[in-house]
């Protein structure tokens, strides 16, 4: 299976979205998924199909190499979860391939409009391995009084 990266709007004249891509020929599709990374069209090499101007010490080519990082963990997942799938002799399909992707690369995010304040959180630790701490965090605060 091939996999790239393509811009959302590549003659924008201002940041848009990487996609990652995959062809899966089995359905005649393509997978595309939104790497939530963005980079204005004048920084990516179309060539390559990745950040230019990598080398440097400016912050932007800082930037670059940052959003280049995260770019091979999504290409590097892929090759991993199509490995597994072949050795085991299942099927990839772009379903499995989104379910995967979610999982794996959206188990770190959390909306930045939400506010936790005020919101008590519970632990549940099983067999009570860690009952003292939770102690610690589940106790009443002196206002529930």
Same mark, same amino acid.
């Given at each position: 299976?091939?996999?790239?990266?393509?811009?959302?709007?590549?003659?924008?004249?201002?940041?848009?979205?990487?996609?990652? *891509?995959?062809?899966?020929?089995?359905?005649?599709?393509?997978?595309?998924?939104?790497?939530?990374?963005?980079?204005?069209?004048?920084?990516?090499?179309?060539?390559?199909?990745?950040?230019?101007?990598?080398?440097?010490?400016?912050?932007?080519?800082?930037?670059?190499?940052?959003?280049?990082?995260?770019?091979?963990?999504?290409?590097?997942?892929?090759?991993?979860? *199509?490995?597994?799938?072949?050795?085991?002799?299942?099927?990839?399909?772009?379903?499995?391939?989104?379910?995967?992707?979610?999982?794996?690369?959206?188990?770190?995010?959390?909306?930045?409009?939400?506010?936790?304040?005020?919101?008590?959180?519970?632990?549940?630790?099983?067999?009570?391995?860690?009952?003292?701490?939770?102690?610690?965090?589940?106790?009443?605060?002196?206002?529930?009084?």
């Amino acid at each position: 299976m091939n996999s790239s990266f393509r811009l959302k709007y590549p003659k924008e004249n201002k940041e848009t979205l990487i996609y990652f *891509t995959a062809s899966f020929k089995n359905e005649g599709k393509t997978f595309i998924y939104s790497t939530g990374e963005k980079i204005h069209p004048k920084d990516w090499d179309f060539k390559n199909k990745r950040p230019n101007n990598l080398s440097g010490r400016k912050k932007d080519a800082e930037n670059r190499r940052i959003i280049d990082g995260q770019l091979s963990r999504y290409k590097d997942y892929f090759i991993e979860i *199509t490995n597994l799938h072949k050795s085991i002799k299942e099927e990839l399909t772009i379903a499995k391939t989104k379910e995967k992707f979610n999982i794996e690369f959206q188990k770190n995010t959390f909306p930045k409009k939400i506010n936790l304040e005020g919101i008590k959180i519970v632990l549940d630790c099983a067999n009570g391995a860690a009952y003292k701490s939770c102690l610690l965090y589940t106790s009443p605060s002196p206002r529930d009084s």
